[in-house]
């Protein structure tokens, strides 16, 4: 197996794999998704393999091509798609209707040309479908946690003020506006103290920030760099409720997303507020699991944190399930297993084909 990514920060490459990293531009983004496209393709050009496996259209575009023109599978992991999220990153975009039909048109190619499609959620496989995608050539394989990584839980202390706990990126579709908006709602009614883990730096924080400011909540929240992996069961560890406050949005609602954020506030065994969108309903049950409400209300998510914090055995009882469902449905053996069906399946197919000999 060869394994080719972008160089890390660290520089770090996995064990016991041919993992080879490419050096990328520090600055603009299509600079570093073509440079990227490019290696893949000297890559693949160089070395052709059996079988190719891929997770954007930036490296996909010359996997599949070069799959077709040797008759070898392709296999898309299809988490994200540029005309989807890539307007939330440059809002020129949005106009630029040329460019995103190019988008567009490259991802449907890479659709039609793979052999299987993974997507982490069934509103994934729908969006797959509506792109045209047969159902048979798609495989629904969820996220995981590594619950190794989460000491049993104790339960949380019933005190104010309630702390708060949000992981993640500060990107639109995550929700963080409506969050302070709700922190807004809070005051002078409940007493909270939110940490909010993300990268502290580019237009997205600082509009968070210019939020955060005009609301006058500065005092209610802390908003931190990234952890390392390591760090986060201790800092989950620390909060009441964890927080998920997901808009009904098209990255969410119709392109569909596995939040890994909220898998690992289920493994710290912590109640999870959340937002009541389609995706968070593959992993939250309302009531057991999980407490939902209505999405890009600041109201509904501010009421939301008063009654858990006037239930406090609400909270024990929530993170507890939470717990328990992550060690029943969501620990990464699970995920393991899943890729390998659909490797097995895979092989099996190629090979009553006379396409492939997969050792």
Known sequence: VTILTPAGPEGRVLDGLDHRTVALPQEGFLQRALAFREAAQELLTREPPDLVWFRSPWEGVPAVREAWRRGTPAVYEAHGFPSVELPAHHPGLRTREKTLERLVAEENMLLQGSELLITPSRTGSLFLQRRGVPPGRIRVVPNAVRLERFPEPAPPAAELPLRLAYLGTLAPWQGLGTLVEALAHLKGRLEVRLRVVGTRKGVWFRELRSLIRGLGVRGMLEV???????????FLAQS????????????NSLQGCCPIKILEYMAAGRAVLATRVSPVEEILEHGRTGWLVRPGSPSALAEGLLTLAARPELVEALGRKARAEAEAGWAHPRFEAALAAVLGELRTSLRSQGRLALR
């Open 240 to 251: 009441q409720v964890c927080l998920a406050p997901l808009p009904d949005d098209p990255r």
């Open 224 to 234: 931190e760099g990234p952890l390392a992996p390591e760090q986060v069961p201790a």
